[in-house]
C-alpha cells in the first residue's frame, strides 16, 4: 500500500517538474523565436503569467458537456503520456507507471488527448476548432508513417518495445545513441518530430496568424488554463520520448533538461528558418523524402 | 398397372373425338382433353412410381403382333417413366393454365396440345427410329399449329421460321434414318451394333446425320435462332410446351443414342453443349424482353445438359443424378417462369414491377430463380456439386470453368430481373385477378421443385445428412407473416436463441468464438427489430435464411454442408439487402460477387476431393495435388465476403443503403463468415506456395492494401452509413492482414479484431441508424449538434470510435499492440507501417463522423428531434457493457483466444500474469492502464469542475467569429468535404480505380453480348444457314477435318 | 456401274435435295420457299426409294402367287418403301401447314416476302 503511495507522491513531482520546465521552455522558446525576428519578445515567465490570468478570469462559459470535458481528455493524455513513460532512467520512482504498457502504449495513447480536445472543440460549434482538427488530423497521419517506421526499425534494433530496456541499451557513452547506431531510423525520426512538436513548417493545425489558435478557439478561463498546463507537459512528454528513443535518456534531471532543451532546438531552428506548410504539401513533404528513409531504415533492419 | 401403349390410346383417340365435338360443347371436350392428359400423367407416374419401388418391371411394348425389328416398339423404363411423367405433368397442367385460351380459339387447339404430348410421349418411349421421325414430325407440326395460338404477325413469322427450320432438320434426319436402315437392315436402336462405328464410311455418316439432327432440335449454339424466335413470338403458356416438354423428349431421344457416339462426337457435343450453354446466357445479358430471356436462358440449361451427356462417360454412375438434377429443375423451373410471364404479359423486363403486388407470384418467382441458379435446397444445387465434383474429378479443370462462367452469366441477368421486380418503381395497375387455373399449375411447379430439392438430397450420399430444421423455421416464417413485429421478432430471436442453446455444448474454439458472433451476435441485432411498427413483411424469413446459413457454416463437417450454408446465407443476405432503398445496383453487384465467390469455393471444393476420399472438411488437410490452386481459390471466395480489395465494391452501398437493423447484420456479422472461412481454410491447408512464394505473403499485402483504401475512402464520403461501410472494409483488412500473418499474435489480434469489430460496428450502424432513422437523411453535412438531442447515441458512438481507432485504455488497443509484436515476430515491417498508418487514417472518419453528426452546429429542422427508440439503444448498451468489461480484463477475451489458437500455432504466445500479458518485446497491462487513465482522468476533471463552479451555459451561436455574427448553422457547421486538403493530397489513392476496373468487365461483356446476338438478324433463311454451317462443322470436327 | 438406275436416282434425288435448300435458303417469296421444301422432300423419298431398291427383283407384294412360284425371296425390301410413304404423307401435312401459315401471313402484312418477317431478332 505505502508503495502506490509513494508512486503517486512521485508522479505528482515529476509532474511538477515536467510542468514548469515546459512553461519554461515555452517562454525561453518564444524569447529565441522573438529575438530571431528583431523583436523583443516576452518575458521569459510570461507562460506562467497567462496561466494565473487565465484560471483568475470571472467569467465562464460552456458550450456543452464534451466542450466542458474536453480538456479533462487533453491534459489527461499529457500527463497520461509522461507518466507511462521512464522519465528518469535507472531510478524506480521516475519510471512512474511505465510498467503498465510499453512502446506501443506511449504511441497510441498520445491520441486520447487529441481525440478528446478534438471532440471538445467541435462541440463549441465554430468553424475554425473543426477546420483546425481536420487539419491536425490529416498532418498525423502523414508524419505518423515515419514516425512507425523509425519506431519499428529501433524496436527491431534492440529486440524490444519495452522503452526501458531501449535506453538501457543506450547507456555507456555517445557511441552507444540510437542516432549514431542506427542514423537512418534516426533521421526518420527527428523529421517526424518536426511536425509531432507542431511548429513551422508544420503548425498550419493551429495556424496563429489565420484562424486563431484552431482547436481550442472557443476555450478561455479555467478551461484554456488546463489546456496552458497540457501544453508544457505534453511537447516536453514528447522531448523526453525521442530522447529515450534516440538520445539514449537520462541518468538525472540536468541531463533530461540539457538533451530535451537541444532536441527541442532543432525544431525551433526549422521553425523559425522555414515558411509553414499548407497541409496538402505538408502530408506530400511526408510521404516523399521522410517516407522513403524511414522506408530505407526498416529495410536496412531486415536484410 | 396400365400398359404405357393407353397413353397414346387416350390422347389420340380423345383428340379424333375432339373432331366430332361442336363448338357448344367445347367446355366439356376440353375437359375431356384435360382428362386425357391426367390419364397419361396417371399411367406414366404409376410406372414411374411402380418402377422406383421395384413392383414393376422394364417393360417392352410390341405392336402389330411381330417382333421387332419387324413392328415398332416401345420401353418403359425407369427413364421412360420418369420423362414421360414429366412431360404429361406438363402437358396437363400447361393445358389447365391456357384452358380458357385454348377454349376460346376452339377445339383444334386441344387436338393440337393432346397430339404435342402425344407425339413427345412416343419419342421418348419408341425404339424405333423411323418411329422417331415420324412422332417428331407429328409434334412438330402440331407445335406449329399451337404457336399461333395467339395469331399475330410476330407469332406467324416465328411459326414459320419454326416450320423451315423444323423441316429440314427432320429431312436430314430421314437422310439418316435411311442411310442406317441400309447399312444395318434395321431401324431398331437396339439392334445397331455400338461402339466406335463411327469411323465406317457410310455407316458413320448415317449416326452422325442422325444424331447431329437431334441436337439441332435442341437448338444449340448459333442455329437456334428460329428457337429463340418462337419463345419470343407465341404465348409464354406455349413456350412451356417447347422449352420444357419438348427439349426434355429429345433429350431423352439424345440419352437413348449414347452407345451410338463416338468418343469424337461425344466431344463435339459436349463442346456444343458447352458452347450454347455460354453462349446463350452471354446473349442473355443484353436482352429486355422477358420471354426471349427465358428462352436464351432456357436453351442456356439444355445445353448444359447436352454437355453432360457429351461427358457421359467421365460421370460413371454419378451420370444420372446430376442430368435429372438439372434437367428436373429447368423443367419445373422453366415451366413456372413462363406461366408467370404469361400472367404478367409485359414485353420488358423493366416493366414487371407489376409482380410485386401479388406476393405470391414473386415468391414464386424468386423460388424458380434461385431453383435455375443452382441455390439450395433445390435439386440443381446437388446436381451441379456433384457434376463440378466428378469434373473435377477427371481433371477436367476448363469444362468447370465454362459451366461456373455460364451459370455466373445467367445469374446477371436473372438477378437483374429479379431486382427490377423488387425495387423499380411501381408500376400503377395493378395485376388483372388471377383464376386458379393459372395459379395452381405454378403453385404445384414450384411445391415439386423444393420437394424433388429435398429428394435429391435424400438421394444423395451426403446430403442426406444436411440439417434442414434452420431452414425450415425460416420457410415457416413466410407462413406467419402477417403477423404484428412484435410477435415475430420474438420467435425469431428465441428460435436463434434455441438453436445456439443446442448447438452449445458441441462448440469448441474457433467455432465457439463464431457461433457466438454469428447467433448471439443476431439475437442482439434482432432486438433492434423491436422498434419497427406493423408488419415488417418479408424481412424475418429472410433473416432467419441467413442467420440458418450462418449457423450452418458452423455446424458444417463436409465441404457440401459447407457450400450449402454459404449459399443459404448468400441467398438470405441478398434479400435482406435489396430492401434497402435505391438498393438495385448495390444488391446485383454484392450477389454477383458473392456468387462468384461462391463458385471459386465450389471448384476449389470439387478440386479438393481429387485422390481423397470422403468430402468432410478435414481433406482439405491432406490434399496432395492442386493445393495452392485450391487455397487460392477458397481464398477468392472467402474474400468476397470479406470484401478485399479488389472485390469490395458491393459493399459500400449495400450496407448503407440497408435498413437500419439489417445494415449491422450484413456488416457486423455477415462479413465474419469470411473470415471465418479464411480461418478454416488456413487451419486445415496451413500456408500454400506458389513458384516458390508464400501465398499468405500476398494475403498479407491485399490486407495492408485493402485497410488503407478501406479508410482512406471512408474518411472521404458525405454519407455516413457510407463512411461506415467503407470503414468494415477497412477493419476487414486488418483482420485478413492478422491472418495471413500465420502466427499466433497475428491470429490473436485478427480474431479479438473480428469480434471487437463486430461490437463496436454494430454499435455504430445502430446509433447512425437511429440518427437517420429521426431525420431521414445520411449525409453528415446535413446533421450536426445532435449530442444535445440524442446524447445515448452520442455516447455510444463515442466508445466505439475510441474502440475503432485503438485508443488506450479501451479494447481496440489490444488487435493495435498484437499486430505490432506480430510483425515484430514475423519481419514484415513495412507492411506492419503500413497497417498503423490505416490504423491512424482511421481517426479522420471517426471523428468527421462523430463531429459532422453529433458536435459543431445543430440545424434548424432538427431542433424537435428526439433520441434514437429504446430497442435501437438497447443492443448498442448491452455491446458496451461488454466492451468496457473486455477493456478493463483484457485476458478474459484474448486469454482463451489464444488457448484456442495454440494448438495450431503454439509459437510465440502471450504470457500472461493475471491481466498483465507478455510478448517476447514488450508488455502491457490493461487493467492498470485502465485504473491509471481513469483516476488521471479524474482528477483532472475535479480540478475543472472546481474551477469552473460558477460556468454558464450559453447559446448556440455565443461563439467568438471573427468581427461578425454567424447567422446560419448551415453555414457555420464545418463539415461538408471535411477533408479537402486530405483529398487533394492523396485523393489519387481513392480514384474508383477498381469500381471502374469492374465497370470495364461489365462493359465489355455486354458489349461483346450485343455484338454477337446481331447473328439472329430475324430472317428465317439465315436461320436455315446457321443450320447448314453447323452441320458442316460437326461433321469436319467429328470425322478430323479439323 | 456408275450410270445404274440406282445411282442415277440417287443423284437425282441428292440434286433435287440440294437444289430445294437452295431454294428455300435464297428465295424470297414464301410461296417458292414452299416449293423449295417440297423439292427438298421429293429428293428425299427419291434417295430412300433408290436405296431401297434391289436389281431384278419384283415388287413387295407377297400374294399366292408369289408364294406359289417361290419367288417370295425375289421381292424387293418392302421397309424403305413404307417408310417413303409414310414420309410423303407426312411431307404433305408440312406442306400444307406452311401453306396454312403463307396465306396467315399474307393476310397478316399484305406482303409475301420473307424479309417482311424479320420483327423478331436478337
Same mark, same amino acid.
Given at each position: ?303 | ?1042 | 456401274? =456408275?450410270?445404274?438406275?440406282?445411282? *442415277?436416282?440417287? /443423284? @437425282? #434425288?441428292?440434286? &433435287?435435295?440440294?437444289? !430445294? %435448300?437452295?431454294?428455300? =435458303?435464297?428465295?424470297?417469296?414464301? *410461296?417458292?420457299? /414452299? @416449293? #423449295?421444301?417440297? &423439292?427438298?422432300?421429293? !429428293? %428425299? ?16 407384294? &407377297? ?21 417413303? &410413304? ?37
Amino acid at each position: 500500500m505505502d508503495t502506490i503511495w509513494i508512486k503517486l507522491l512521485f508522479s505528482l513531482l515529476t509532474i511538477f517538474i515536467v510542468l514548469n520546465y515546459g512553461l519554461l521552455l515555452q517562454g525561453v522558446v518564444r524569447k529565441i523565436g522573438a529575438r530571431v525576428g528583431r523583436r523583443y519578445g516576452i518575458r521569459w515567465y510570461q507562460p506562467w503569467i497567462d496561466i494565473i490570468k487565465n484560471y483568475a478570469k470571472r467569467t465562464k462559459i460552456t458550450h456543452g458537456i464534451m466542450y466542458y470535458i474536453a480538456p479533462a481528455f487533453r491534459l489527461t493524455g499529457g500527463i497520461g503520456l509522461l507518466l507511462f513513460m521512464p522519465v528518469i532512467y535507472g531510478t524506480d520512482m521516475f519510471s512512474n507507471f511505465s510498467f503498465t504498457g510499453d512502446l506501443l502504449l506511449l504511441l497510441y495513447f498520445q491520441f486520447f488527448g487529441v481525440l478528446g480536445m478534438a471532440l471538445g472543440a467541435a462541440e463549441g460549434g465554430h468553424p475554425y476548432s473543426a477546420m483546425g482538427v481536420s487539419r491536425g488530423l490529416a498532418q498525423v497521419t502523414a508524419y505518423e508513417l515515419t514516425l512507425t517506421l523509425g519506431i519499428i526499425a529501433i524496436a527491431v534494433q534492440y529486440q524490444t518495445l519495452s522503452i526501458t530496456e531501449i535506453v538501457a541499451a543506450q547507456q555507456g557513452g555517445i557511441a552507444n545513441w540510437t542516432i549514431i547506431t542506427n542514423p537512418l531510423a534516426g533521421i526518420a525520426l527527428m523529421l517526424a518530430f518536426l511536425a509531432a512538436m507542431g511548429r513551422s513548417p508544420f503548425d498550419v493545425v493551429i495556424a496563429p496568424q489565420e484562424i486563431p489558435i484552431g482547436p481550442p478557439t472557443e476555450f478561455h478561463s479555467g478551461l484554456l488554463g488546463v489546456l496552458q498546463l497540457n501544453r508544457a507537459i505534453f511537447p516536453a512528454a514528447k522531448l523526453i520520448l525521442f530522447m529515450n528513443l534516440l538520445f539514449g535518456g537520462a541518468t538525472d534531471w540536468g541531463t533530461l533538461i540539457i538533451k530535451t532543451f537541444l532536441i527541442y532546438m532543432w525544431s525551433v531552428f526549422v521553425g523559425v528558418a522555414f515558411p509553414r506548410f499548407r497541409v496538402d504539401q505538408s502530408i506530400r513533404w511526408y510521404l516523399f523524402i521522410p517516407l522513403i528513409i524511414g522506408v530505407l531504415a526498416v529495410l536496412f533492419m531486415k536484410f | 398397372m396400365v400398359t404405357p401403349i393407353y397413353i397414346i390410346v387416350a390422347l389420340l383417340g380423345v383428340a379424333f373425338a375432339l373432331g366430332f365435338s361442336g363448338q357448344k360443347q367445347i367446355k366439356a371436350a376440353g375437359t375431356l382433353a384435360l382428362g386425357a392428359l391426367a390419364f397419361s400423367l396417371f399411367v406414366s407416374l404409376e410406372w414411374l412410381i411402380g418402377l422406383y419401388t421395384e413392383t414393376y418391371k422394364s417393360t417392352q411394348i410390341f405392336t402389330a403382333g411381330v417382333n421387332p425389328p419387324f413392328s415398332i416398339n416401345l420401353f418403359m423404363g425407369t427413364g421412360e417413366a420418369l420423362f414421360t411423367t414429366l412431360i404429361n405433368f406438363i402437358g396437363l397442367f400447361g393445358g389447365l393454365y391456357l384452358f380458357n385460351k385454348l377454349i376460346k380459339k376452339g377445339r383444334s387447339t386441344f387436338i393440337a396440345l393432346l397430339m404435342l404430348i402425344m407425339g413427345l410421349n412416343v419419342v421418348v418411349m419408341t425404339r424405333d427410329m423411323f418411329n422417331l421421325f415420324v412422332f417428331l414430325e407429328i409434334s412438330s407440326v402440331a407445335t406449329a399449329g399451337l404457336i399461333i395460338l395467339n395469331q399475330n404477325k410476330k407469332s406467324l413469322a416465328a411459326g414459320f421460321k419454326y416450320i423451315i427450320a423444323t423441316g429440314i432438320i427432320a429431312g436430314i434426319l430421314l437422310i439418316g434414318i435411311i442411310f442406317m436402315y441400309r447399312f444395318t437392315g434395321s431401324l431398331n436402336i437396339d439392334d445397331i451394333p455400338t461402339g466406335n462405328l463411327l469411323m465406317i464410311k457410310g455407316f458413320g455418316t448415317a449416326i452422325f446425320l442422325i444424331l447431329t439432327s437431334i441436337l439441332l432440335e435442341l437448338k444449340p449454339f448459333p442455329a437456334n435462332g428460329w428457337g429463340l424466335d418462337v419463345y419470343q413470338g407465341t404465348h409464354a403458356g406455349i413456350s412451356v410446351f417447347i422449352s420444357a416438354a419438348s427439349g426434355t423428349a429429345l433429350l431423352y431421344v439424345l440419352y437413348k443414342f449414347i452407345p451410338l457416339m463416338s468418343p469424337s462426337f461425344a466431344f463435339a457435343l459436349s463442346l456444343v453443349g458447352g458452347l450454347t450453354f455460354i453462349a446463350s446466357n452471354l446473349l442473355g445479358l443484353k436482352q429486355t424482353h422477358p420471354n426471349r430471356l427465358l428462352g436464351y436462358s432456357s436453351i442456356g440449361q439444355i445445353g448444359l445438359v447436352v454437355l453432360v451427356i457429351g461427358l457421359a462417360p467421365y460421370l460413371g454412375d454419378k451420370f444420372e443424378y446430376i442430368a435429372i438434377a438439372l434437367l428436373g429443375t429447368h423443367v419445373f423451373a422453366k415451366a413456372g417462369l413462363f406461366w408467370i410471364s404469361g400472367i404478367i404479359q409485359k414485353d420488358n423486363i423493366r416493366k414487371w414491377t407489376i409482380l410485386r403486388k401479388n406476393k405470391l407470384l414473386t415468391i414464386l418467382f424468386g423460388v424458380f430463380m434461385l431453383a435455375l441458379l443452382g441455390f439450395p435446397p433445390f435439386p440443381s444445387f446437388f446436381g451441379k456439386w456433384e457434376l463440378i465434383t466428378e469434373l473435377a474429378g477427371n481433371g477436367f479443370i476448363s469444362w468447370m470453368v465454362i459451366i461456373l462462367l455460364g451459370s455466373f452469366l445467367e445469374a446477371v441477368y436473372l438477378f437483374r430481373w429479379l431486382g427490377y421486380i423488387l425495387k423499380l418503381e411501381a408500376a400503377k395497375k395493378e395485376l388483372q385477378p388471377i383464376s386458379w387455373n393459372k395459379y395452381l399449375p405454378i403453385i404445384i411447379s414450384a411445391i415439386l421443385l423444393i420437394a424433388s430439392g429435398f429428394g435429391m438430397s435424400y438421394l444423395h450420399e451426403h446430403a442426406k445428412f444436411i440439417n434442414y430444421i434452420p431452414l425450415i423455421v425460416a420457410a415457416a416464417f413466410i407462413l406467419i407473416d402477417r403477423l404484428p413485429v412484435f410477435i415475430k421478432n420474438t420467435l425469431a430471436i428465441a428460435s436463434v436463441g434455441l438453436w445456439y442453446y443446442m448447438m452449445y455444448p458441441d462448440l469448441e474454439e474457433f467455432r465457439l468464438i463464431f457461433a457466438t458472433i454469428f447467433l448471439v451476435g443476431g439475437i442482439i441485432t434482432l432486438l433492434a427489430g423491436y422498434a419497427y411498427k406493423g408488419k415488417r413483411q418479408g424481412f424475418y424469413p429472410m433473416a432467419l435464411i441467413m442467420f440458418a446459413g450462418l449457423g450452418g457454416l458452423i455446424e458444417a463437417k463436409t465441404t457440401l454442408e459447407f457450400f450449402f450454408a454459404w449459399e443459404l446465407m448468400t441467398i438470405g443476405s441478398y434479400f435482406l439487402i435489396i430492401r434497402g432503398k435505391k438498393s438495385i445496383s448495390h444488391a446485383l453487384s454484392y450477389m454477383l460477387f458473392s456468387l462468384g465467390g461462391a463458385y471459386a469455393i465450389l471448384a476449389a471444393f470439387g478440386l479438393a476431393t481429387v485422390n481423397n476420399t470422403g468430402i468432410s472438411l478435414d481433406i482439405l488437410a491432406n490434399l496432395n495435388i492442386y493445393a495452392p490452386a485450391i487455397f487460392i481459390l477458397l481464398a477468392i471466395g472467402f474474400m468476397t465476403k470479406t470484401a478485399s480489395l479488389g472485390l469490395h465494391i458491393w459493399l459500400p452501398g449495400a450496407h448503407a443503403e440497408a435498413e437500419t437493423d439489417v445494415s449491422p447484420m450484413v456488416s457486423a456479422i455477415l462479413l465474419k463468415a469470411g473470415l471465418f472461412g479464411l480461418i478454416v481454410m488456413m487451419i486445415k491447408m496451413g500456408d500454400q506456395m506458389i513458384f516458390g512464394l508464400s501465398i499468405s505473403y500476398f494475403l498479407g499485402w491485399l490486407g495492408v492494401f485493402t485497410a488503407i483504401i478501406g479508410n482512406l475512402m471512408a474518411a472521404l464520403q458525405e454519407d455516413a452509413k457510407r463512411l461506415l461501410a467503407y470503414s468494415s472494409i477497412g477493419v476487414l483488412g486488418y483482420a485478413l492482414f492478422g491472418l495471413a500473418l500465420m502466427s499466433h499474435l497475428g491470429w490473436l489480434g485478427a480474431t479479438s479484431i473480428a469480434i471487437t469489430h463486430f461490437m463496436f460496428k454494430t454499435t455504430l450502424f445502430l446509433a447512425i441508424g437511429g440518427v437517420v432513422w429521426r431525420l431521414k437523411t445520411k449525409n453528415m453535412y446535413q446533421m450536426g449538434g445532435l449530442i444535445k438531442k440524442m446524447p445515448f447515441s452520442f455516447i455510444s458512438v463515442l466508445i466505439s470510435i475510441i474502440v475503432l481507432a485503438g485508443i488506450p485504455p479501451l479494447t481496440g488497443f489490444a488487435g493495435k499492440w498484437l499486430f505490432f509484436n506480430a510483425i515484430m515476430e514475423k519481419g514484415w515491417y513495412l507492411q506492419g507501417a503500413l497497417i498503423s498508418f490505416a490504423g491512424v487514417i482511421a481517426f479522420l472518419y471517426c471523428f468527421r463522423l462523430i463531429h459532422s453528426v453529433f458536435l459543431g452546429q445543430l440545424k434548424d429542422e432538427h431542433r424537435n428531434v428526439k433520441e434514437a427508440p429504446f430497442w435501437i439503444l438497447l443492443p448498442q448498451y448491452i455491446i458496451l457493457g461488454v466492451l468496457i468489461i473486455f477493456s478493463a480484463f483484457p485476458n478474459s477475451l484474448l486469454k482463451p483466444i489464444g488457448e484456442f489458437i495454440t494448438p495450431y500455432l503454439p509459437n510465440g504466445a502471450l504470457v500472461w500474469d493475471g491481466q498483465m500479458a507478455y510478448s517476447l518485446y514488450g508488455y502491457w497491462n490493461g487493467e492498470l492502464i485502465m485504473y491509471a487513465v481513469v483516476g488521471i482522468f479524474v482528477a483532472v476533471l475535479l480540478w475543472i469542475i472546481f474551477w469552473n463552479r460558477k460556468i454558464k451555459k450559453v447559446k448556440q451561436f455565443d461563439i467568438v467569429y471573427a468581427a461578425e455574427r454567424p447567422f446560419l448553422p448551415e453555414t457555420t457547421h464545418y463539415a461538408y468535404n471535411f477533408f479537402a486538403h486530405y483529398k487533394k493530397a492523396v485523393g489519387i489513392l481513392a480514384q474508383p480505380m477498381i469500381s471502374n476496373f469492374w465497370e470495364g468487365v461489365s462493359e465489355i461483356g455486354h458489349s461483346v453480348s450485343d455484338k454477337i446476338r446481331r447473328i439472329y438478324n430475324g430472317s428465317g433463311q439465315a436461320y436455315l444457314i446457321h443450320i447448314i454451317g453447323f452441320i458442316v462443322i460437326i461433321f469436319l470436327f467429328t470425322f478430323g477435318g479439323f | 456401274m =456408275i450410270f445404274s438406275l440406282v445411282n *442415277i436416282s440417287l /443423284i @437425282i #434425288g441428292i440434286l &433435287l435435295v440440294l437444289a !430445294g %435448300i437452295w431454294a428455300a =435458303i435464297t428465295q424470297k417469296n414464301i *410461296i417458292k420457299i /414452299i @416449293i #423449295g421444301f417440297s &423439292l427438298f422432300d421429293t !429428293g %428425299i423419298h427419291i434417295i430412300m426409294v433408290a436405296l431401297g431398291y434391289v436389281k431384278n427383283n419384283t415388287a413387295p407384294i &407377297l400374294d399366292s402367287e408369289n408364294l406359289r412360284t417361290g419367288t417370295a425371296d425375289k421381292i424387293v425390301d418392302p421397309i424403305p418403301q413404307a417408310l417413303v &410413304l409414310t414420309a410423303i404423307v407426312i411431307g404433305l401435312g408440312v406442306t400444307a401447314l406452311m401453306l396454312v401459315y403463307a396465306l396467315k401471313m399474307y393476310r397478316e402484312k399484305k406482303s409475301l416476302n420473307i424479309n417482311s418477317f424479320k420483327d423478331l431478332k436478337w
